[in-house]
């Protein structure tokens, strides 16, 4: 059984309005999103399973995986940078976490997405 994202095109196109992501990338992008999403709430997701969390859950689950793909699609160069920063005749660069830009477990994302998404209650280390 292959892994199935999220959100698919029909929801991204239709539901979301989406269309910075090309159609041929589009698939790629939305489960990369979702393992990203998975990697962010410790695979609570896969473990119950999407239809078994609630429907405000669900709701929100859709519309950051479309966010979060969005937002790779647009940043992939600075995501996928190996650099995390640099500094040139007094003049720096960082990379990384920032005040609008949340890191962790090597996904970077918008914070105000990243704080729709904890509002799922799926992100706490301590929830089961």
């Known amino acids: 059984m292959a892994y199935e994202p999220y959100a698919t095109p029909e929801y991204y196109r239709e539901a979301y309005g989406g269309s910075v992501i090309s ?6 992008a939305l489960r990369q999103a979702s ?3 998975d990697s962010l709430t410790y695979n609570r997701i896969v473990g119950r399973g999407l239809s078994n969390l ?3 859950q669900q709701d929100v689950i ?7 793909a969005d937002f790779e699609y647009e940043n992939a160069d600075e995501i996928n940078m190996l650099l995390s920063g640099y500094s040139l005749n007094g003049a720096s660069v960082q990379f990384g976490s920032s005040w609008n830009v949340f890191t962790e477990k090597g996904v970077a994302m918008k914070r105000d997405v990243y704080a729709l998404l904890a509002q799922t209650g799926l992100c706490c280390r301590l929830a089961r």
């Open 23 to 28: 159609e041929d990338e589009l698939e790629k």
């Open 35 to 37: 393992r990203h999403i």
């Open 62 to 68: 859709r519309e950051v995986v479309c966010q979060q």
């Open 54 to 56: 609630t429907a405000f």
